[in-house]
Every structure is written in structure tokens, then in C-alpha cells.
């Protein structure tokens, strides 16, 4: 096996989507700004995955409502530029012309100074939005020893999901013979009957392979897109890629566990992930020190748990939940549910199945059930919401799979109590 000095790779992480299918949670922030599992950012995960791999050269290619992204960054990620430690963020620059980033290609072309001044050996083009834990360094040992001119990181998905996703045709040494960007019709692995081989939209290039593809694509009109333009032309021109079997990533610390990734581009899968994480054996294991998931620390005191009243039920408790640092549970329950920073629940409040992010605060005796609470919104005492999805869709955004969302800046009113009839 070649050893490939860390120093020598260049990664850029795609963080400029707009997110669309995620609205209302997109509609203040770039996707991968998207808080999740509590204390972190979406972007996080990518970023502990190279830094924990020891890829510690990152530029993070912006683009969309990307205020609250490269606060994130510039306040989280501090590495020592000294020794050519860092994680910049990067603006969209418009250097190719007046015009925004035109696909995932196109957002690497505008920015290809960057490579230019860092001289990689490789680069490694990652996407900004996904949740899942992997060491980079099987997959970089992968394209060195079999001098491929990219390696794309590849999961085993279910048939019924794989016209989400590129698929790729592998032959029995995992070099790619085919690839179909959202096939109606995808095919099906050979000894693994009811799954397709999925792109993750993680890349390794060799840089002048990389940098002689995005000018050629540049001067066509096309989607300007890696799954849609670049992987094609380069297969059909007979460049050597090579598929890294994700499944068989190993963690350190965890090596019994079960990979993980997740894509959470909808509603209803950001939930999912989210519900992942209080199980009894999480299937991502935020908990394993050998392989931490950093993100920034704000300095809140610890989380509160206060009334033990039985007598009125008036006892604050949460199970099978994380609750994060300044949350207060005044008397409040709490089940199958994550908690961000500063949430208060008061008495008699019970919350099921809910994500409340930052500075959410619960009224008496208010009921929740499959919620996402965005930051800093108020709800009332005595309101239920997540019951009754047709009466909630004339407030909310409720998803297909009747997920409410409760975005940003939402102002409740206390129901009106209900009045006695008149004799």
C-alpha cells in the first residue's frame, strides 16, 4: 500500500445548496447549516469525518443564505494555520463570469484558484449535507494502490430508494463500468438481490484529471453537474474509476456497529435521523470517544430536571431523549425527543416524538407530538399540535409523513378557553 501524506490532500466540501425539500428549515439557512442531533450543525459531520481522518486542509465552498453556515465555521473550526492546519469557508467569488454557482462541477470550477495555489496531490470533493461517520483513509488507500483517476464513495441502498441517487455498475474488482444519475429503473447488485450501489456524492480526483474535466465541461451547456455530466464523460472517455465499498468503512472504537448514512434531504428523513439517535443502540453512535463529533461549545449551565410532585403529576423527566447544556424541564415530560440548548418545558407539558431547537420554550399543560420546533419560537400554553394533521396543515407545514414544522419567527396565540354553556 502507498502512504499518502495527509498534507498532500486538499478537501473541498459542497455546502452551497439551497435545500428546497427541506423548507420551511431551509428557509433562513443554507441546508447544511441545518441544526441536528442537538448541539451540532448538518456540515459538522462531513468536517469530523476528514479531521478525524487527519485531513485537516478544508475549504468549504458556500453559497445560498450562507451567513449563519460561515458564522458556524469561522466560530467552530479553528485549526492551526502554521502547520497548514485549516477550514475555510469559501463565498460564492463569481471568478467564471456574474452568475451563481450553476451545479455541483460548476461550484468546483468557480473556485479552481484553489487548487491551483495548494498543489494536492489529490483532492477529495465531499458534500456538505449528509449525516454519517467515516475514516476517509480506506477510501484515499483504495485510489492510490489501484491509480485510479477517481474513486467515488458508493452504500448498497434499497431498490425502492435508488432513483434518488447515482448508481453505479461495478465489475468484480470495484472499478465502475456504468453509472446512471436517478435511473427510473435502477439496477439491481449482482449477489445482492433487492439493493442498488448508490453514489454518496464523496469523490477522490487525481487534481489534473479533476481540473481538465471541469474546464471541458465549463465550455459546454450542460447541468454542470458531477453525477449528471462530469461521471459519464469521464467513464465514456475512458478515465480508470473505482467505487470505495462504504459498508465495509471501518470506525475506530466502533468496529462492531453498523455503517451509517443518511441523506437527510426531505422532512420526513431528517426526522428519522433525528429518531435515530435516542435509540437504546443508536445505528449512529455520537457517544464513541475515538472518534468524537465535535461542534461548538456554548457555556450554558447543565440541563434542569425540577418538580418531583407526584401527588399532581407535576414532575419534570424526559426518557429515551437528549437534552442538550440550559435546558430547563420545569415539570414537564419529555419522550423520544431532542432537545436543543436554552429549551424550556413547563408544567404539565408533554413532548413526543419533537425536535425543539435552540430557545424553544413550552406552556403549561401544551402538547406536542411529531414536531420540529425552529429556533427561539414560543408555544403557548394549552396549544396541541401534531393530532390532528388536517387542522395543522392550515397553520403549518406538515410533511408526507406528517411531520409538523413550526418555523422561525411563528407567533401563537393560547387557545381560548372553552366556555361554559349559558343556563
Known amino acids: 500500500m502507498r502512504i499518502l501524506e495527509h498534507r498532500d490532500v486538499l ?5 452551497g445548496g439551497m435545500g428546497e425539500r427541506l423548507f420551511p428549515l431551509t428557509r433562513d439557512r443554507a441546508k447544511p447549516a441545518v441544526p441536528f442531533g442537538g448541539r451540532y450543525r448538518i456540515v459538522d459531520f462531513v468536517l469530523n469525518n476528514l479531521i478525524n481522518s487527519g485531513l485537516t486542509k478544508i475549504k468549504v465552498l458556500t453559497q445560498f443564505k450562507s451567513n449563519s453556515l460561515i458564522e458556524h465555521i469561522i466560530r467552530t473550526w479553528r485549526l492551526t494555520f502554521d502547520i497548514g492546519q485549516f477550514v475555510d469557508p469559501v463565498p460564492a467569488q463569481m471568478r467564471r463570469g456574474p452568475h451563481w454557482f450553476r451545479g455541483t462541477a460548476d461550484a468546483v470550477y468557480q473556485n479552481l484558484d484553489l487548487i491551483f495555489d495548494e498543489e494536492p496531490a489529490r483532492v477529495c470533493v ?15 488507500a483504495l485510489h492510490e494502490d489501484r491509480d485510479f483517476d477517481l474513486t467515488i464513495a458508493a452504500i448498497p441502498v434499497p431498490l425502492s430508494e435508488a432513483s434518488r441517487f447515482g448508481i453505479l455498475e461495478v465489475d468484480s474488482e ?32 487525481q487534481p489534473k484529471v479533476l481540473i481538465e474535466a ?25 478515465a480508470r474509476i473505482g467505487a470505495y465499498d462504504f459498508s465495509e ?4 472504537g466502533s468496529e462492531e456497529e453498523v455503517t451509517y448514512w443518511r441523506d437527510v434531504g426531505t422532512i420526513d428523513s431528517y426526522w428519522e435521523a433525528s429518531m435515530d439517535l435516542i435509540a437504546v443502540t443508536p445505528p449512529l ?4 470517544a475515538k472518534w468524537p463529533i465535535k461542534s461548538v461549545a456554548p457555556q450554558l449551565p ?37 432537545l436543543s440548548s436554552r429549551v424550556r418545558v413547563n408544567s404539565f407539558a408533554h413532548i413526543e416524538e419533537c425536535v425543539l431547537m435552540d430557545g ?9 407530538k411529531r414536531v420540529i420546533v425552529d429556533k427561539g419560537v414560543k408555544i403557548p400554553a394549552r396549544v396541541e399540535i401534531g393530532f390532528e394533521p388536517d387542522e395543522d396543515r392550515r397553520r403549518f407545514h406538515v410533511s408526507e409523513g406528517g411531520v409538523t414544522v413550526i418555523p422561525k419567527g411563528t407567533v401563537l396565540e393560547e387557545p381560548s378557553p372553552v366556555k361554559s354553556p349559558s343556563r
Open 249 to 252: 468503512n471501518p470506525i475506530v
Open 360 to 368: 424553544v420554550e413550552v406552556g403549561r399543560y401544551a402538547r406536542l
Open 302 to 338: 447543565p440541563a434542569k430536571f425540577v418538580f418531583a410532585d407526584s401527588a399532581s403529576n407535576r414532575i419534570g423527566v424526559a426518557t429515551d431523549s437528549m437534552v442538550s447544556s440550559g435546558c430547563i424541564i420545569s415539570g414537564g415530560t419529555i419522550h423520544r425527543s431532542i
Open 214 to 238: 471541469l474546464e471541458r465541461d465549463a465550455l459546454q451547456d450542460t447541468s454542470h453537474d458531477f453525477g449528471k455530466t462530469i461521471i459519464p464523460t469521464l467513464l465514456a472517455g475512458g
Open 174 to 205: 470495484n472499478r465502475v463500468i456504468g453509472f446512471s444519475e436517478k435511473p427510473r429503473e435502477p439496477k439491481e447488485m449482482p449477489g445482492l438481490p433487492g439493493f442498488a450501489f448508490a453514489s454518496m456524492g464523496n469523490y477522490v480526483f
Open 285 to 288: 453512535n455520537l457517544y464513541n
Open 126 to 140: 465531499f458534500g456538505g449535507d449528509h449525516i454519517y461517520m467515516m475514516d476517509v483513509n480506506p477510501m484515499l
Open 11 to 15: 478537501s473541498l466540501v459542497l455546502a
